[in-house]
């Protein structure tokens, strides 16, 4: 089945700690694309990526790092600059850049 | 300022209406607006749009945007409680060569049965 999945669906972490969320898809998509969601919010984007081995930072980049090494995976690292960590994580991919996007499940991170 | 702004921001309505939800952007050299349905956790794809006032459709949504207004609609006709849902507005457009991509808020759809 093609589709894109992200581990794991939920993380809690300490303040200070690096995490990294994973997303791996298998829709042979040049595009992938890091969203963050906070309640009653739109999607707002980290990073997206229109080709292996090159990323550009989206609107909310600070405090986030990602990889393009593989065209199935594009894992985010939050670190622990990020200042607001709390949130709904989620990645999507697509054929072209302005192109419909497929969405994982998404990963709920909660930082105490 | 690229932006995009939906409206209403929630909406609670009768099953069996008829809803129109709205999206308005600004965005430097507009490449397509895509609309999404969110329920729970991943939003699922509805239409893509790239050319004014040609109507996509599918079974009881509809979709149309306006390039010279800078809009485009959702309508859904006969309500099912199944409809409840966040409703997401992407704009993507072109600046400096890299492609952007902007959501709206959303708006949540509440259906009454």
């Known amino acids: 089945d093609g589709g894109i999945t992200q581990s794991p669906k939920y993380l809690f972490r300490k303040e200070g700690q690096n995490v990294t969320l994973s997303c791996e898809q298998n829709l042979n998509h040049d595009a992938m694309y890091w969203y963050r969601q906070d309640p009653g919010q739109g999607l707002r984007l980290i990073y997206y990526s229109q080709i292996v081995n090159d990323f550009q930072k989206g609107d909310i980049a600070e405090g986030y790092s990602v990889s393009r090494e593989k065209k199935e995976s594009f894992p985010l690292t939050v670190t622990s600059a990020q200042k607001n960590p709390t949130a709904f994580y989620l990645c999507?991919?697509?054929?072209?850049?302005?192109?419909?996007?497929?969405f994982g499940p998404g990963t709920r991170l909660t930082v105490t | 300022e690229d932006k995009v702004v939906q409206s209403p921001l929630s909406l609670v309505v009768h099953e069996g209406d008829t809803v129109t939800l709205n999206c308005s952007y600004e965005v430097t050299n507009f490449r397509s607006l895509l609309w999404y349905k969110q329920e729970k956790k991943a939003p699922t794809f509805l239409f893509m749009l790239?050319?004014?006032?040609i109507e996509k459709k599918s079974g009881r949504l509809s979709s149309i945007l306006d390039k010279k207004e800078l809009f485009s609609i959702l309508n859904i006709t006969a309500t099912q409680t199944g409809d409840s849902a966040v409703y997401l507005c992407?704009?993507?457009?072109?600046?400096?060569?890299?492609?952007?991509?902007?959501f709206g808020k959303g708006t949540r759809l509440h259906i009454l049965p």
């Open positions: 992407a704009v993507c457009g072109v600046m400096n060569r890299d492609d952007k991509i902007i």
């Open positions: 790239t050319s004014s006032g």
């Open positions: 999507a991919s697509s054929i072209l850049p302005y192109y419909e996007q497929y």
